[in-house]
């Protein structure tokens, strides 16, 4: 029984797994804020150039 639990605390997988998907989600969130971003630049953009062409 002690072996199982020093092998089930010697385990990191399911860290190593953890640490992946954290490094996932922060990506995911920067991504999402710079496409956010230059979505509104890019509505204001394409605004001005409409109106300039009526």
Avoid: D, W
Avoid at 23 to 40: E, F, H, K, R, Y
Avoid at 42 to 52: I, K, P, Q
Wanted: with cysteine; glycine share 12%.
């Amino acid at each position: 029984m002690r072996n199982l639990i020093c092998k089930f605390l010697g385990n990191e997988q399911g860290a190593t797994a953890i640490e992946y998907g954290l490094i996932a989600a922060g990506i995911s969130v920067a991504i999402i804020a710079v496409v956010q971003g230059l979505g509104t630049s890019l509505n204001s953009t394409f605004t001005s150039v409409s109106s300039a062409l009526k």
